[in-house]
């Protein structure tokens, strides 16, 4: 597959998540490709391997950061909503599958 159909597929499944705790509204943003990876679309940021691998040889992005892109330009993110109690847990869940 390559990546366009990849990033089609993506977003087409809803697999870009924006996590939303209240009521502080912070927001973590999330990618489920073969595993689950925090992305920062603002800050133009993966957590994959291919990104950081990537960007060291001059690659500008991801297929987890286009296909973020493209959820959000075509509004098809699914909104996960928690607690403001629930962060911590969340971090250090999102933190120990790095």
Not at 25 to 35: A, F, L, P, Y
Request: charged letters at 25%.
């Amino acid at each position: 597959m390559n990546n366009s159909d990849r990033i089609k597929s993506v977003v087409a499944e809803n697999r870009v998540k924006a996590h939303i705790f209240e009521p502080s509204m912070r927001v973590i943003w999330t990618v489920v490709g073969n595993s689950e990876h925090w992305i920062d679309p603002d800050g133009h940021y993966c957590s994959c391997a291919g990104y950081y691998f990537g960007t060291a040889s001059g690659k500008k992005s991801c297929y987890h950061l286009d296909s973020a892109m493209l959820a959000i330009k075509q509004d098809r993110i699914e909104i996960v909503r928690f607690s403001d109690d629930e962060f911590g847990d969340f971090i250090s869940g999102l933190i120990s599958e790095l």
